[in-house]
């Protein structure tokens, strides 16, 4: 995560894409649930969490719906209110 430890990270942007057209969302940990929410309505009582080192969480899911048709998502960690880098990109296939 050039340079930073992943405990230092409390937010992470989603860069939804299709071709001519992007979106952002940011994940922030203890923000209120929105477009983004948990898929397990359990973890955050309504606020999203962001895995840290030393949580309970090392692996969370989140939902996010959307009347656009993307083609992939790139994650890019968010550290001391700075958008580093793309730490990942995943292509999204069709489900159902």
Known sequence: MSGSDAGDVDTFRLRFLREGYGSNQEVKNGAPEGIIKMLDRSVGNGFLVVPSSGS???LLTYNYTSSE?????????????????KSDSVKIGVCG
Do not use: A, H
Not at 69 to 85: F, T
């Open 69 to 85: 048709v993307y083609e992939r998502i790139e994650v890019y960690p968010v550290v001391e209110n700075k958008v580093c880098g």
């Open 56 to 58: 309970d969480y090392s």
